[in-house]
């Protein structure tokens, strides 16, 4: 695939080829709570596990993020290929510590218009997955969307640094407070670039109780 190649390669590296023969679990099956909670004690112990779970779902939310979305981003605006956007269809895989390190896609996608709106992301993979995390996790929905938002922007932002010029739906979406269908777009201005330069986030992903603050946490 052109994808494999080129400029943006780098950003999807993760993404494994059809073939690959590593195992991957389906997301709704992660989204169940007995399995979601043996992964975590796999990857933080029981410990962490049993005083912040929420944080742990948090740090969860991060690591599907990085896989899904520059694949998404690089697939349709560089190359007009639309990856599938149901959860059934990604499956993360796993390395012997218990972390999700890669992403395969357990569908064909298809092509289309590298220029239509990235709006279906949200109603159809993102919403789902937030939805379903927080209500198992107890984590606030604000938290899981900053973490998506934190993510796509700055996937957009190296995109742009690798010379991609047709970014207006990525853009659209985050400088468009409401969506077509009138609801808040939860990936509005999910970032912010203060005075010095220095890049903050709107919401705290909660790392700090794992790790201390990010580079841009906003506490």
């Known amino acids: 695939m ?6 943006y390669a780098g950003l999807i590296g993760s993404w494994l080829a059809d073939d690959d023969p590593r195992p991957a679990i389906p997301v709704p099956d992660l989204l169940q709570a007995p399995v979601m909670d043996a992964i975590l004690l796999r990857i933080y112990g029981a410990q962490w596990l049993a005083s912040d779970r929420p944080v742990l779902i948090s740090q969860f939310s991060r690591y599907y993020f990085m896989h899904w979305l520059p694949a998404l981003l690089v697939t349709q605006l560089a190359h007009g290929w639309f990856l599938p956007l149901e959860l059934s269809a990604v499956g993360l895989v796993f390395d012997e510590r218990g972390q999700p390190t890669a992403m395969k896609m357990l569908e064909a996608g298809e092509p289309g218009e590298a220029q239509a709106s990235l709006e279906p992301w949200i109603a159809v993979n993102m919403r789902p997955l937030v939805e379903g995390l927080s209500a198992d996790g107890g984590v606030p929905p604000a938290v899981l969307w900053g973490n998506a938002g934190d993510i796509f922007e700055r996937t957009v932002r190296r995109l742009q640094g690798l010379g991609l010029r047709d970014m207006d739906p990525a853009l659209a979406l985050l400088e468009t407070r409401k969506l077509a269908d009138g609801r808040p777009n939860p990936l509005y201005a999910p970032v912010k670039y203060v005075g010095d330069g220095r890049r903050v986030r ?8 794992l790790v201390g603050p990010c580079e841009d946490c906003p506490l």
């Not at 052109?2 to 400029?7: D, E, K, L």
């Not at 709107?202 to 109780?209: G, V």
């Open 2 to 7: 052109p994808w494999r190649s080129g400029p």
């Open 202 to 209: 709107r919401s705290c992903c909660l790392a700090y109780k």
